[in-house]
């Protein structure tokens, strides 16, 4: 059974930073790329960012320079530092997780709640 749990969301002012947390079972993690995706509020899901397996980072312009993902394969971890907050950075946050394009699995989400 595969499990993604995110934790480590919350509410921060304008400015701040916050740390997402991913943890990942029932899967071969290192060969998995794994994500964080977002759903503002009154909003479709968007690509936040993305780390493959072999460690190649990718993000959404909106969050270049701010946000940076990494991973601990040996603890089937990934983790969404998110520095310098903006209220537009209010959103649920998924995690996922996938071997091909698409991903396959996601978690149950974590809010976050900027303010000004």
């Known amino acids: 059974q595969v499990q993604l749990v995110e934790s480590g969301g919350g509410s921060v002012q304008a400015g701040g930073s916050l740390r997402l947390s991913c943890a990942a079972s029932?899967?071969?993690?290192?060969?998995?790329?794994m994500g964080w995706i977002r759903q503002p509020p009154g909003k479709e899901r968007e690509f936040v960012s993305r780390?493959?397996?072999?460690?190649?980072?990718y993000y959404a312009n909106s969050v270049k320079g701010r946000f940076a993902i990494s991973r601990d394969n040996a603890k089937s971890t990934v983790t969404l530092q998110m520095n310098d907050l903006k209220p537009e950075d209010t959103a649920v946050y998924y995690c996922?997780?996938?071997?091909?394009?698409?991903?396959?699995?996601w978690g149950q989400g974590t809010q976050v709640t900027v303010s000004s």
């Open positions: 780390i493959r397996g072999s460690g190649n980072t």
């Open positions: 029932g899967i071969t993690f290192s060969s998995y790329d």
């Open positions: 996922a997780g996938g071997v091909g394009e698409s991903f396959d699995y």
